[in-house]
């Protein structure tokens, strides 16, 4: 059995494209249907769940993933990222059990002209960043038998996404007359990570026993805006989009110039290529166009789209509906 913490968010609602409901016991903070409730920062309740499922891998990803919201409330990010981790990895240090805890590439100094690798050393800029940082090195140094994965700039969710390119994507699809403009922000660079295939390599990881510290990201880096106009290339529509800088918006946790990632250690072990973003992000739309179903094949000019529904529609008669709650703001 897996047990997964964090089941209902974005990640989460991709965890049955890629394992099945049978090997899966899936928790989150609120009971619904096919999740438990397991509050991470409870210790009790951690070691209760744990103790009844007695899982062979905990998958942890539960997080407080507002990047605002942790720099406003330290003590809630803290709490949430660091010790709500150490209470999983005690769990799964008493009941002897392996341990996926997903981190983030967003913690660099982000100077770095190249992508970072697994061998460049961390210097977090924001609480959000600390508290995964401390919650890596919690792991690490409870448990042998781990996996770090760090993901970049994640993009999921279908019906219930409510992150950056679920707002660009229903922009696109906005069938009113005129044209929306859309500002995104062109100065900052990062690695698209889709859900599903960090779930699928993670699960490849998890199979092979090389326990330790990766990145898994999408191949290749971008801005925000070369993401937004891919989206729009994607879906068609009636939308301009407008490249702008970060002063553009404010934001109270300050966004390091470069998140960019590379998967280098599972490169290096020849273990698996992750697709490169465009091709991901083309594939993710396909199948928010058919959960959302505001999106008709070929409605403005989105032949890409089309093709992304047909592959889609091809693999989704087996997909259990995503379970996706609403996602909060952008985590980096
Ligand atoms: N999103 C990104 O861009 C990104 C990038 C890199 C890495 N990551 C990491 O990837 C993992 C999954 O992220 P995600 O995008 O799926 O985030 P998400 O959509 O915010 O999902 C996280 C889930 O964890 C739940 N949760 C929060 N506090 C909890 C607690 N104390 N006990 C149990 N559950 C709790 C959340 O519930 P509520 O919604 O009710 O709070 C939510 O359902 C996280 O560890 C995150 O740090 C995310």
């Given at each position: 059995?897996?047990?997964?913490?964090?089941?209902?968010?974005?990640?989460?609602?991709?965890?049955?494209?890629?394992?099945?409901?049978?090997?899966?016991?899936?928790?989150?903070?609120?009971?619904?249907?096919?999740?438990?409730?397991?509050?991470?920062?409870?210790?009790?309740?951690?070691?209760?769940?744990?103790?009844?499922?007695?899982?062979?891998?905990?998958?942890?990803?539960?997080?407080?993933?507002?990047?605002?919201?942790?720099?406003?409330?330290?003590?809630?990010?803290?709490?949430?990222?660091?010790?709500?981790?150490?209470?999983?990895?005690?769990?799964?240090?008493?009941?002897?059990?392996?341990?996926?805890?997903?981190?983030?590439?967003?913690?660099?100094?982000?100077?770095?002209?190249?992508?970072?690798?697994?061998?460049?050393?961390?210097?977090?800029?924001?609480?959000?960043?600390?508290?995964?940082?401390?919650?890596?090195?919690?792991?690490?140094?409870?448990?042998?038998?781990?996996?770090?994965?760090?993901?970049?700039?994640?993009?999921?969710?279908?019906?219930?996404?409510?992150?950056?390119?679920?707002?660009?994507?229903?922009?696109?699809?906005?069938?009113?007359?005129?044209?929306?403009?859309?500002?995104?922000?062109?100065?900052?660079?990062?690695?698209?990570?889709?859900?599903?295939?960090?779930?699928?390599?993670?699960?490849?990881?998890?199979?092979?026993?090389?326990?330790?510290?990766?990145?898994?990201?999408?191949?290749?880096?971008?801005?925000?805006?070369?993401?937004?106009?891919e989206?729009?290339?994607i879906?068609?529509?009636?939308?301009?989009?407008?490249?702008?800088?970060?002063?553009?918006?404010?934001?109270?946790?300050?966004?390091?110039?470069?998140?960019?990632?590379?998967?280098?250690?599972?490169?290096?072990?020849?273990?698996?290529?992750?697709?490169?973003?465009r091709e991901a992000l083309q594939d993710y739309l396909g199948?928010?166009?058919?959960?959302?179903?505001?999106?008709?094949?070929?409605?403005?000019?989105?032949?890409l789209l089309?093709k992304a529904?047909?592959?889609?529609?091809?693999?989704?008669?087996?997909?259990?509906?995503?379970?996706?709650?609403?996602?909060?703001?952008?985590?980096?």
């Open positions: 059995m897996i047990l997964v913490t964090g089941a209902a968010g974005m990640v989460g609602s991709h965890l049955l494209d890629v394992f099945s409901e049978g090997e899966l016991f899936r928790t989150d903070l609120e009971e619904e249907p096919g999740i438990h409730r397991m509050d991470i920062r409870n210790h009790d309740e951690v070691m209760s769940v744990v103790g009844q499922v007695r899982p062979r891998l905990v998958i942890h990803l539960a997080a407080e993933t507002d990047v605002d919201r942790c720099e406003r409330e330290p003590d809630h990010a803290y709490r949430s990222n660091a010790m709500g981790t150490l209470t999983v990895a005690s769990a799964c240090q008493r009941y002897d059990a392996e341990m996926v805890y997903i981190s983030t590439t967003a913690l660099f100094d982000g100077l770095k002209p190249e992508p970072y690798t697994e061998f460049d050393a961390p210097a977090p800029q924001t609480v959000y960043a600390r508290s995964k940082w401390e919650g890596e090195k919690i792991v690490q140094s409870l448990l042998s038998r781990h996996y770090v994965v760090r993901a970049g700039w994640m993009f999921g969710g279908r019906a219930k996404d409510k992150k950056f390119v679920g707002k660009i994507a229903a922009l696109c699809m906005r069938q009113d007359s005129g044209t929306n403009e859309i500002k995104a922000v062109n100065d900052k660079f990062g690695s698209p990570t889709y859900a599903r295939d960090l779930l699928h390599t993670t699960k490849l990881l998890s199979e092979s026993g090389l326990f330790g510290l990766y990145h898994v990201v999408n191949t290749g880096s971008c801005t925000r805006y070369e993401m937004a106009v989206i729009a290339k879906l068609g529509g009636h939308v301009k989009v407008v490249p702008v800088t970060s002063d553009a918006f404010v934001l109270s946790a300050p966004r390091a110039q470069s998140e960019a990632a590379r998967s280098y250690k599972i490169e290096l072990l020849g273990l698996k290529h992750v697709r490169e973003w199948s928010w166009a058919i959960h959302t179903g505001t999106a008709a094949p070929n409605a403005f000019n989105g032949d089309a529904m047909a592959a889609g529609a091809s693999a989704a008669h087996d997909l259990t509906p995503p379970n996706g709650r609403e996602a909060g703001s952008d985590a980096p």
